[in-house]
């Protein structure tokens, strides 16, 4: 009794495994055709038919084309949200959409305007003192110019006319009174080339602390972010925690606050369990079902598959996905919107004009599959795909046989 057990556990597992049904709980399969009506509560019978064998992923919808909202360059790296526009609404080119904190900003705006008001003031300060000096030097230099007339006026008196220690006082006088005049001159010209560049500093200051303004002015005005285009405004997914953007959250230059998509272009971002992997192919149909609109479906075509298994968030965040792109042959404006959930069923195999047989008469043991017939007698069989009402019996069986339910 105890080896029947045994070999009643044993038959049960190679079934489980043998008719592809329990995988995983993401494979499923999609009806087949029914079968002909029972001649009996426990009896029916083998057909001919097509077997369609389906595999379910989860999904959400995303825009293939959308206008991001961006957080601008500022002069803080990262920045807070103070006011949102609501996920969902529908918006104009230019509506404000989201308001980043200004108070940092604001405060250097103040302290910029302080800096060149400083540097306006220490300018005309410059140009003050310069010309001051200026003038004195110019004097200077007429002065000097009169002496050194004077002197070489002084020094063409000939020899003849007084004694020689008065000629050569004169001469050296002409000669001392003619070096302090280009002396003059020369520390006037000096003068004016270094008081000019002096000045052109304090000018580049002054020009660099209002471009200061300008740009923390900028700044402040590029902390309203505006829609890009007309649309639904449509919040974006904070990048490490799993949720999306939220008033108070800290955003840095260049990061994605949200999105206006285009909603005329449309596809769906499904996930595929690692264990799952090689379960589907490129370009295999598909049908995408949105969870909110369970009675319309649109038809798609499996585009593009992850190479590299993601990891999962939240209470997945111990499984392993791979992303699956799902293209659809159309998209509806008026009822799709990004990050609605979606169910995809692929299609991995459609089969025609196959003998097929319920489950419910199909039994496994040590010799291998078989079918039980009406009469409780078996018939070895050989096992194809499967679906999650029915089996492709490859040969041992025809079409119209009555067959019983397994014990």
């Not at 379910?56 to 995303?62: N, P, V, W």
């Not at 110019?138 to 003849?160: G, I, N, Y």
């Not at 008081?195 to 002054?206: A, C, G, H, P, Y």
Request: glycine share 8%.
């Amino acid at each position: 009794m105890v080896a029947g057990v045994r070999d009643a556990l044993v038959a049960a597992v190679l079934l489980c495994g043998a008719l592809a049904g329990c995988a995983t709980n993401q494979a499923t399969t999609a009806p087949t055709p029914p079968a002909p009506a029972a001649t009996s509560g426990s009896q029916s019978q083998s057909w001919t038919g097509e077997l369609r064998r389906t595999f379910l992923l989860t999904g959400e919808l995303e825009a293939v084309t959308g206008y991001g909202v961006l957080v601008p360059r500022t002069p803080m790296w990262q920045v807070n949200i103070r006011w949102m526009l609501d996920d969902g609404s529908p918006v104009e080119a230019g509506d404000k959409v989201v308001e980043l904190d200004t108070t940092q900003i604001v405060g250097d705006v103040a302290q910029k305007r302080i800096a060149a008001d400083t540097a306006l003031s220490e300018l005309y300060q410059k140009q003050a003192d310069v010309a001051v000096e200026l003038a004195d030097k110019e004097f200077a230099v007429e002065q000097a110019r009169t002496e050194a007339d004077k002197a070489a006026r002084k020094a063409q008196v000939p020899l003849e006319l007084m004694d020689r220690r008065a000629y050569q006082e004169a001469q050296l006088a002409a000669d001392r009174t003619r070096v302090s005049h280009e002396n003059a001159v020369g520390d006037l010209e000096a003068y004016k080339v270094t008081s000019q560049r002096e000045i052109e500093v304090l000018r580049i200051d002054l020009d660099k602390a209002q471009r200061d303004i300008e740009r923390a002015a900028q700044a402040l005005e590029a902390m309203e972010l505006r829609a890009p285009r007309g649309g639904i405004f449509v919040v974006g997914e904070h990048p490490w925690e799993g949720r999306k953007i939220q008033l108070g959250d800290s955003v840095w230059v260049g990061m994605k606050i949200a999105e206006v998509p285009d909603l005329t272009s449309m596809r769906v971002r499904a996930w595929l369990s690692d264990v799952d992997d090689g379960e589907i192919e490129v370009g295999m149909p598909a049908t995408c079902t949105i969870d909110a609109y369970p009675d319309r479906s649109v038809p798609g075509r499996v585009a593009e598959i992850g190479v590299v298994a993601q990891e999962g968030r939240g209470q997945n965040a111990t499984r392993r996905y791979f992303d699956v792109l799902i293209e659809l042959e159309r998209a509806d404006p008026e009822i799709m919107r990004p990050g609605m959930s979606v169910k995809v069923e692929v299609e991995a195999e459609r089969r025609a004009d196959v003998v097929l047989v319920p489950r419910t008469s199909l039994a496994l043991d040590a010799q291998g599959p078989h079918v039980v017939l009406a009469d409780g007698a078996t018939q070895p069989i050989e096992l194809g795909a499967c679906s999650a009402t029915a089996c492709e019996v490859r040969s041992g069986l025809g079409a119209g046989v009555r067959l019983g339910r397994r014990g």
